[in-house]
């Protein structure tokens, strides 16, 4: 679980996370154009007053957790639901990005395959 693979894909994620939530909190990576059909799915989110806040906190709090190595399991079930409506955003609204979310979500899937035994539990009755 913490070989030196797990641990860079780990600080690879954080970062990620760390970065792209933080920037929709404070705005500091232009924003390129994007199709208009993605342009107007991010401005209903940001219509609603609290989706992307909600998002971007979400995604600062797993970063500290990958980064600090603090509850990793639960950081990467929390984050699993996220990367693939990240996913699904840019496969039917804005191609041209995709893959930075197909590097989020093959991390997140080798990182959860990783910790496996974390999740036995779950599946046990």
């Known amino acids: 679980m913490n070989s030196t693979f797990t641990k860079i894909l780990r600080f690879i994620l954080a970062l990620a996370l760390l970065v792209f939530g933080s920037n929709k909190l404070f705005s500091y990576i232009p924003i390129f154009d994007m199709p ?12 609603t007053g609290y989706v992307l806040y909600v998002v971007a906190v979400l995604e600062i709090v797993i970063g500290l957790l990958l980064l600090f190595n603090k509850w990793v399991p639960f950081a990467l079930l929390l984050l699993a639901p996220i990367s693939f409506n990240i996913f699904l955003f ?13 590097v989020v979500v093959v991390i997140n899937i080798i990182l959860i395959y990783k ?3 974390s999740y036995r539990p779950l599946f046990q009755y």
């Not at 840019?90 to 197909?102: C, E, G, N, P």
């Open 36 to 47: 208009p059909a993605a342009a107007n799915f991010m401005d209903s989110l940001e219509a």
């Open 115 to 117: 910790y496996w035994k």
């Open 90 to 102: 840019h496969v039917f609204l804005d191609v041209s990005d995709i893959w930075v979310a197909i």
